[in-house]
């Protein structure tokens, strides 16, 4: 299996360290997943991954080339823009095969005009199946119903098998366990 | 009498500008920067007005004024400081315009034709630059549509996969600034405004698509800026306002409906 990143001792945070040491590596084709309470860090380690966030110390290996794309928990801010949400995908480079019925019916329809569900589901998807070969994942069953989690899970395992390498914070520990081929505990920052 | 010489160059000089501005004005509204524009407009007033001063080409004078707002901005922007910036540099434009006019007794009559709109004074060299600048900036907003709605909307887009953006983000604030520097030199600081303001408003408001929306802008931008034309030459009446007049008729009906109106 290719390793697609490596991290050693990795300590990360914004103007001061979050989180850390922390050692994990992700090939393709794997999920895992990163859990710990509040406050522990998870969002940053993703954004520290993504370039977004700082590297205090440490060592952050990626295989070279490596496209990486990054969901947040950031509401998109598409309120009174005339948006479709063929055309969110069409911008991410998503495809709209593989959707569930009840959000596929409705790419016609402006982004802004669906519900709050749909809404995260469909930004979620754009991130989700944008070419890329590491994805980024940060709390992405939050305002989903059970039919939306269970449809994620499925795509999550089947955008492994296609090759991605998948990295999943979330505080849902019962769809962690049954998506994840691994799981990472933070614990915060050491001292 | 619209198909007279006298009236057809500086009809076509507006024309491309009309095109150009509603167009512009949905990127800017995406971005939330739609203040950028009458900040551009003042400041870009005021350069005509310096480059008066000492004897330079009025266009240039706005040109670099603008062009120069656009920097700060951009460099603002990176601290996540751009609406603050906006502010200060519309005050600043506008105390410049202020005192220019005030100590200059030749910037007086041109300040105020900056502020009113002098289209039925441009000549030839305005339509030649209008029709250049419009072409370039629909060609860089065709190139660059796709960066510059990731970027607003999925903002990590392309730094999670190495790709530099500032190319994208910093063309596209001086051509803003650029188109805002030549539309005041012929429609004013208001007129210019209001073509980038109103017909993307409304446009919005009911587009089902971004492609409906910038088709729609633009459509609605191009009729009131004919009709505000001939209702000027009609009633004998300058430009700038009857074309502020108009786009706030076609703004009320967004003002009744309840969604999309942020």
Known sequence: ?191 | MLFDDLFLQPFLTGLGLAVLLPLLGCYLRLRDEWLAALTYAQVAAAGALAAMAVAWPLVLGAALAAGLAAGVKHLASLRGLHGAAYALLLLGGWAAAVLLVSNLPAAESMGHALFDGQLYFTDWRHLVVSVAWTGLALAFLRLFSRRLLLARLYPDFFRARGLPNWPAQLGFDLLGAGSLALATMSLGVMGAFGLIFVPPWVAFSWASSWRRGLVGAVGLGVLAYGAAFAAALEFDQPFGPILALVLILAGLPPLFRRRHCA
Not at chain 1, 58 to 86: C, E, F, N, V, Y
Not at chain 1, 138 to 155: F, Q, V
Request: aromatic share 4%; proline share 5%; net charge neutral.
């Open chain 1, 1 to 191: 299996m290719e390793t697609l990143l490596t991290a050693e001792r990795l300590t990360a945070g914004w103007k001061r360290p979050v989180v850390g040491p922390l050692d994990f590596a992700l090939g393709r084709g794997e999920v895992v997943g990163l859990l710990g309470p509040n406050g522990a860090g998870k969002s940053t380690v993703l954004a520290a991954l993504a370039g977004r966030a700082r590297v205090f110390s440490g060592r952050l290996g990626k295989r070279p080339g490596l496209s990486i794309a990054l969901q947040t928990q950031a509401a998109l801010p598409a309120d009174g823009i005339p948006l479709s949400g063929r055309e969110l995908l069409a911008l991410t480079g998503a495809a709209a095969t593989g959707l569930p019925d009840w959000l596929g019916d409705r790419l016609g329809q402006r982004y802004d005009e669906l519900s709050g569900g749909q809404r995260q589901y469909l930004s979620l998807w754009a991130i989700l199946d944008a070419p890329a070969d590491l994805v980024l994942l940060d709390e992405p069953t939050n305002n989903l119903d059970r039919a939306g989690s269970e449809h994620l899970a499925g795509a999550l395992r089947t955008r492994a098998e296609h090759g991605a390498g998948v990295l999943l914070v979330s505080h849902d520990r019962d769809f962690v366990a049954r998506v994840c081929d691994r799981v990472v505990l933070l614990a915060g920052l050491e001292n």
